[in-house]
């Protein structure tokens, strides 16, 4: 088959049936994306349009009206399997053959916006809208039309929401509608995508996307009661381990640490690389429940270096489970750990590097059970307000070698975090920071290991070969201003100042971000966006604070 062909079949009839309403000039169109496309033709449909050529409009009704319904499920079927071409080139044969139904012009638009050519579908769209007239159906049409082939989603909303003044019996369309608000207008939305889905609710009170979704957006709209009724439905749906996961999450983001830590249990036997469990030996995983009081205890890190910050103050108390507690880290703290009297009373801690074997250890967990195992609340998490210290020898030796010798405040900034971490939106550009940056009468030092260049700061992140030099450089610090990162653990885990810079939606250990601390760390004070992403008003009160230190 070659284009000629083609060509010669559609010279052969170059006009429309009158009746079809259907513009030379727009079928003109049709004919060039047809030749366009001659490579994607298949034989069967070549053969099928050669065929049935000659018909003429005298041909027997019965007869034509049985090949034209043929034609039009064949069409269907081509555009289900995305044989778009071969879909277009048969309706183009019912354009000058027969009397189009309003389906055909809904399925030449829909083939049109497939091969790209949006205009044209746009004038096919107009004539089906003109053409059909079931008027429930037309604006069902019509938003599948400009949701799923133009991704025109708010012409989309507009055909969903007629359709529902008509019908409000499909659950699917309120669900579309949810999804539609969420991708047109985000977070601003949450209360519409919320109304939509909560009548889809109603419909099929038992579909688990629906549960889900209305789950996360109640608890991002802080409607920490409506979230926990979803959450809880969902867990009675055929729930998955993701399901638990994220309760246990919202749980602890609402402070309830004894019910959420138990749910984070789930989190190993999700398929997710960032919650994989950080030891093999499967065999040797303690339960919880077995005596092991006269056993070695091996506790190992897991996550990322802020994640062992945090949770390494739970590790001594769990020597009144075990007789012996192995405690394993990340290699660039390790030394700091050992040197800090509080997580190293009575536990023997060692680098990541070392052969496990080695450690003769009857059991083993991961670091962050332990406020589940030890039966932590929200209301007293211990040593809050600083549990990790360096030597102040070295700590004055790095501030001789690294910090300007200067009458004017040290302020340490730090304002991105590892990208390998699990949760986004924690990090803020640089640029953003430029007020802070201006204050006169402060000296600033940049915690964050980055190649960008700024001449308002001084960069420390190079001089830092692992934490011990990171602790010495916050210990010179008068204040420190952080994101959500290593950095801002750290520095509340040393009791320092600090003002720590989070975003609407953090992540869920944070259950306190208000006030003058956040929970887990006396010395941080929380600065919280409204918006998301939207950090001038935390900037400004950051900037306040620190000029009138």
Request: with cysteine.
């Amino acid at each position: 088959m070659i284009t000629q062909d083609i060509e010669v079949l559609l010279s052969g009839d170059e006009k429309a049936l009158e009746v079809n309403e259907i513009p030379q000039s727009l079928l003109a169109e049709v004919d060039n994306v047809i030749l366009s496309h001659t490579d994607q033709i298949s034989d069967e449909a070549f053969g099928i349009y050669s065929k049935f050529f000659p018909m003429k409009q005298e041909a027997p009704e019965g007869m034509k009206n049985e090949l034209f319904l043929a034609m039009k499920n064949y069409i269907k079927e081509q555009i289900s399997i995305s044989r778009y071409a071969d879909a277009l080139f048969l309706a183009r044969f019912l354009a000058v053959k027969a009397k189009l139904t309003s389906s055909v012009y809904s399925d030449i638009a829909e083939t049109l916006a497939a091969l790209g050519e949006e205009n044209s579908a746009r004038s096919f769209i107009k004539l089906y809208q003109k053409k059909e007239p079931n008027e429930p159906l037309r604006f069902l049409t019509l938003g599948n039309f400009f949701n799923l082939y133009l991704n025109d989603y708010k012409t989309a909303i507009k055909y969903y929401e007629q359709y529902l003044k008509i019908d409000e019996t499909k659950s699917v369309v309120y669900t579309i509608l949810g999804s539609l608000y969420a991708k047109v207008y985000g977070e601003y939305s949450l209360k519409d995508q919320i109304h939509y889905y909560e009548k889809a609710y109603k419909l099929k009170p038992n579909d688990r996307l629906i549960l889900h979704t209305l789950a996360f957006g109640y608890e991002k709209l802080n409607d920490t009661a409506s979230a926990d009724k979803f959450y809880r439905e969902l867990l009675k749906n055929n729930p998955t381990e993701i399901d638990y996961y994220n309760y246990g999450g919202f749980l602890i983001k609402c402070g309830d640490f004894e019910r959420g830590y138990k749910y984070l249990t789930h989190r190993f036997n999700i398929d997710d690389i960032n919650l994989k469990y950080p030891l093999d030996d499967i065999e040797h995983k303690w339960n919880f429940e077995d005596d092991i009081s006269q056993k070695t205890l091996l506790v190992m890190y897991e996550q990322g270096y802020g994640d062992t910050f945090m949770y390494c103050r739970f590790v001594p108390m769990l020597k009144k489970f075990a007789k012996r507690v192995v405690f394993v880290v990340q290699e660039n703290l390790c030394d700091l750990l050992k040197s800090s009297p509080i997580v190293s009373d009575g536990i023997e801690i060692y680098s990541d590097k070392v052969d496990l074997k080695e450690l003769d250890y009857d059991v083993h967990m991961a670091l962050i059970d332990a406020p589940y195992v030890l039966g932590i609340s929200s209301d007293d998490i211990p040593h809050a307000k600083g549990y990790l210290k360096v030597d102040s020898k070295l700590a004055d030796e790095y501030g001789s070698k690294n910090i300007k010798e200067s009458e004017n405040l040290k302020v340490g900034i730090a304002y991105q975090g590892s990208k390998k971490a699990n949760y986004a939106g924690r990090d803020i550009e640089l640029s953003k920071l430029q007020n802070i940056l201006k204050i006169d009468g402060v000296d600033f030092y940049s915690f964050t290991i980055s190649d960008e260049e700024c001449e308002s700061f001084v960069p420390l992140g190079k001089t830092f070969n692992n934490f011990t030099d990171t602790a010495c450089a916050l210990r010179n610090m008068d204040l420190v201003v952080s994101t959500d990162n290593v950095i801002l653990n750290l520095a509340g885990a040393m009791g320092i100042k600090t003002f720590g810079l989070f975003n609407k939606y953090p992540n869920f250990r944070w259950f306190k971000l208000s006030g003058e601390d956040t929970g887990w760390y006396k010395s941080v004070k929380p600065y919280q966006t409204e918006d998301n992403d939207y950090w001038t008003d935390v900037i400004f009160k950051v900037r306040n604070e620190i000029s009138n230190m």
